[in-house]
């Protein structure tokens, strides 16, 4: 498919995720098939700006991972900012410059980037920033850019006003997650105003926020008119998420049923997931071949990944208490890791 002037293999993309879409992890995603973009966890162009060399690490392996994207941040106090971030940038192989337009994490919205541009948007004097951030990475950049936000800071109709906005700035295509900033994570979707965002505006529009399978991201589809659909927090406990929907999709009969989590998740295939991925930074990282990384890496995934198991609670426990990554991996791969979910 084409979203904007940007062929993906697929309408699945990955989210961008602080501390989860890893080198190793968008390697291991790209690998399990099904996906048509990946991006990097969001950089701040001020940390780029003044200290270009401490983003390199989440920048590894891009231009091998391709169709690729790479997130900003910006509250567009400083254009000079914006405008060395994206100078640096041009120097690494990816498609797509995205900006964070929506994110509600405390340390985002201090910055005066993602939600903050929501809250500030309708304030005087302040309405200008968003519109700025985007302009200047339009006039800078050499590749396409791209909107990620949310439907607004407290009131849903909000969004109606700045998507005209961004789409007569230029941007490529827009990712509306459908909820405010307030919500964060909670609430449901609202469906009913992306699809009044996508009849309103030409540029391509991805949906995002709930997707967790087939069914909810046909329902995505359906109810939103989107182009695209965005997947983040269910990727965490399924990184064949985007194997599964982009298999379902290509199937003659739609309504085959995946097995149950417990099933597709067999202790072995959690172990080939670690594995593979310990493997690739062990074989390719420049930055985050250590034991430390390593194992925060492992750890945090077999979380993820066991979630829903039969005693995984028991386990988890187990896992969090390891404080080493030797030890981690012996128990990972010892029998008493599988025993301990049937105790």
Not at 269 to 283: G, P, W
Request: net charge positive; with cysteine.
């Amino acid at each position: 498919m084409k979203l904007g002037s940007i062929e993906l293999p697929t309408d699945l993309l990955l989210a961008p995720l602080m501390d989860v879409t890893t080198p190793s992890f968008r390697q291991l995603i790209c690998d399990l098939g099904g996906v048509g973009m990946v991006v990097t966890p969001m950089v701040f162009v001020q940390q780029i700006a003044l200290a270009p060399k401490t983003v390199l690490p989440h920048l590894e392996h891009i231009e091998n991972q391709s169709p690729a994207s790479v997130q900003i941040v910006a509250s567009g106090r400083n254009v000079e900012h914006i405008k060395k971030a994206i100078d640096f940038l041009s120097s690494f192989q990816f498609d797509i410059l995205d900006i964070n337009g929506g994110c509600p994490a405390t340390h985002t919205m201090k910055s005066g980037g993602g939600g903050a541009l929501l809250r500030d948007y309708f304030r005087e004097g302040d309405k200008s920033r968003f519109q700025k951030i985007i302009e200047t990475a339009i006039k800078f950049s050499s590749r396409p850019v791209s909107v990620k936000t949310r439907l607004g800071y407290e009131r849903e109709d909000e969004i109606l006003e700045i998507c005209k906005m961004i789409e007569n700035c230029g941007a490529e295509f827009l990712t509306i997650h459908g909820r405010t900033v307030k919500q964060k994570y909670h609430g449901e979707i609202n469906f009913d105003i992306i699809k009044q965002v996508k009849n309103q505006i030409e540029i391509p529009i991805v949906g995002n926020g709930n997707v967790i399978d087939y069914e909810s991201y046909k329902n995505m589809k359906e109810k939103t008119e989107c182009d695209a659909v965005m997947i983040g927090r269910a990727v965490m406990s399924d990184p064949l998420i985007f194997n599964k929907i982009w298999k379902q999709q290509k199937s003659s009969k739609n309504d085959f049923e995946f097995p149950p989590f417990t099933e597709r998740h067999t202790i072995e295939k959690i172990r080939q997931y670690l594995q593979r991925n310990n493997q690739f930074i062990e074989s390719s990282s420049q930055f985050w071949n250590t034991d430390r990384f390593k194992f925060a890496e492992m750890r945090r995934l077999a979380i993820w990944f066991i979630k829903g198991i039969p005693g995984y609670k028991k386990v988890r426990e187990k896992l969090s208490k390891i404080n080493n990554f030797s030890d981690l991996k012996s128990y990972i791969f010892s029998k008493s890791f599988e025993e301990d979910f049937n105790q």
